[in-house]
């Protein structure tokens, strides 16, 4: 298929609203001329023009609850799925209170079928607030207590989301969309005395705290709990492009912060879009780049974060400067993304080993420009044998038991 020339870098909450569009979920068509639309890795994922969108790659996927295939269902297939059976969707977006857990069997009552839709938005959460991967342990406990009342069949589906949804995304429409004759948003059923409380949360952290400090004792203590969780770590990803550094760390970096940790990502092609705008690939540059990424990865660390970082890295000189600097701020972890080249090359999401093989892209990392593959990598995962999942999950256990020692 020929993609139109025109090339638009979707934000976050745009590859929300694309991917529930694309599956059925609302209408939905960015403003402007007809267009290639990219994630902001530059990945081609549909073209929108005068027909309407059209999908061209499936969108990266990463990990977490919010992220399992199984969960994470288009409208039409869920439509489908429904049927003519009388179903009734309800929105899990906040963590229902026990008013709201005892109101759901009486919402629920006649349908045969209950969707439980849970959003789930590409940007992070506020601070503090609960997000997707949260939302849909909450949602799953929920339907496990509506299958022990009665027969009736109960899926959570987890639903993209934007963060900042325009007025003209209602969730009565999507729940219809999605299969149900109605729709209802379960926060909007609390108690009112209930509403009250939990808007009062906020500043009452705990009963047993506030009665016993006055406000200002309170703060500080809740400010010295957020702290106690800090820990400095530069996770460092390398590999070939198309290796799967990028969801790995994207994965990797959602899990770390749903966990408490406060995490910063900085992806190889995100980098280049705005710290290192403007520098090109000769060796000269990417030492520079890889540089200016191990120094602002080794601040987050050395202020109690983690940094993940994934850029390609080819050069054993310039990564020993990142783990030096680093290992100066906190915990260093370098991990090889060791993908072999013809598995990177296979992939080619955005068509770039094809492009370098014709010529048209100088010194391309593993085809006319060298990757020298670290001999000191703390851990080293070939994509095209462990799933994002398991990659996560050895990043993390290399990390923590790192931590702990
Ligand atoms: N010549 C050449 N060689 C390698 N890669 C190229 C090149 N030109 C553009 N790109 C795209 O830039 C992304 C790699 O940028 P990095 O900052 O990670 O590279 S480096 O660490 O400075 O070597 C890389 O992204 P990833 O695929 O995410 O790795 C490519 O999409
Ligand atoms: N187990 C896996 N881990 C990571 N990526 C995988 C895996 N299996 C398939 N892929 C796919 O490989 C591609 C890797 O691309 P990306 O993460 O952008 O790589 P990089 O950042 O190294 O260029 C993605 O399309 C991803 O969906």
Redesign the pocket.
Known sequence: MSLPDTTRVLTADELDLLELALAGGADWLPAGPPATLTDA?NTPLAVSDGDGLRPVKPF??AAGPHWDPALRRGADDVRAAVGDTPAVAVVVAEPPTRSEVAALPGLTDGAQHVLLLVPAARRAPAAGAVGAPGLVRVATGLAEGLRAEDARRVDVVVVPWPADAPESLRWPDVGARYGAGSTVVLATRRADDDAARVAGLGSLWSDEVAALYPDASARELARAARTARRTGAVVFFT??????????ARALAAELDDEGLHTTLLD??EVRHHLSKGLGFDKESRELNVERIGYVASLVASHGGVAVA?PIAPFASGRARVREHAEAAGTFLLVH?STPLEVCEA?D?KGLYAKARRGEIPEFTGISSPYETPTDADLTID?SQ???AD?VAQVRQALVARLDS
């Open positions: 890795e990266a996927r590999g070939l492009s198309g290796s799967g550094k990028s969801t790995v190889g092609d994934a993304v992939r999401r994509t462990v799933s994002v990659a």
